[in-house]
């Protein structure tokens, strides 16, 4: 079957760096991509990787290695406002895209 | 330029009721996705619209889940009779040309309670 593995919780201060990790395991590849869910909102886009590497935006970044079927996103000087879930998604050769459980990042003060 | 709208935002409705719900996809996104999350597991995909085509209904767990996009344009999911285990999240996304992107814009989702 297709899997996506990422921790379910991770807690992180204010002004720090976090790593979100995901592995996956599917049937196609096209490209890994990252989204954020607050609360009772809608997910939204954060990073696409296609090519091994590391893409940066601003405060976050995201990884890909496709040999190791593995992926991060980074987060650095962490905000309160970045406490939200976050969810890595596979596009897989059908265009679809298989999602992971999703991790739940905590930003303490 | 509107979001991606989803009506109603919560629904709570009996066992063996049915329930439609709506999604209005971005104007000009002919992709339009399904997807559902029940508490504390993935978001799990559904099906997929090509304008008013059927591109991948893999997801849809049984006959009970009908969707339609008549028109391309906004799309309906009706619950059919409903089932405890059909509580959940329902997300609608859409995005463009799939050959130019990979940004897929989430609906707020719509929260059904069945009871």
């Known amino acids: 079957g297709q899997s996506l593995e990422q921790p379910s919780e991770v807690t992180a201060v204010e002004g720090a760096i976090v790593q979100i990790n995901c592995t996956y395991q599917t049937s196609g590849f096209y490209g890994l991509s990252w989204y954020q869910q607050h609360d009772g909102g809608a997910p939204t886009f954060l990073s696409y990787n296609a090519l091994d590497g590391l893409e940066e935006t601003g405060r976050f970044s995201s990884f890909l290695s496709r040999s190791d079927s593995y992926g991060y996103l980074l987060l650095q000087e962490l905000q309160m406002k970045d406490s939200a879930s976050y969810f890595c998604?596979?596009?897989?050769?059908?265009?679809?895209?298989?999602f992971g459980t999703g991790t739940r990042l905590k930003v303490l003060a | 330029e509107a979001g991606v709208t989803q009506f109603p935002s919560h629904s709570v409705i009996e066992k063996g009721q049915t329930v439609t719900l709506r999604c209005d996809p971005i104007?000009?996104?002919?992709?339009l996705y399904w997807y559902r999350r029940v508490m504390g597991k993935e978001i799990k995909f559904l099906l997929h619209f090509v304008k008013e085509s059927k591109q991948d209904e893999s997801g849809m767990p049984n006959n009970r889940f009908l969707a339609e996009r008549t028109g391309g344009t906004y799309s309906t999911l009706k619950v059919q009779p409903a089932e405890l285990e059909d509580s959940g999240v329902y997300f609608c996304?859409?995005?463009?040309?799939?050959?130019?992107?990979?940004?897929?814009?989430f609906g707020p989702g719509t929260r059904l309670t069945v009871t």
């Open positions: 998604a596979v596009r897989d050769g059908t265009y679809k895209y298989i």
């Open positions: 996304a859409s995005s463009q040309d799939l050959r130019l992107t990979y940004e897929q814009y």
């Open positions: 104007s000009g996104h002919d992709n």
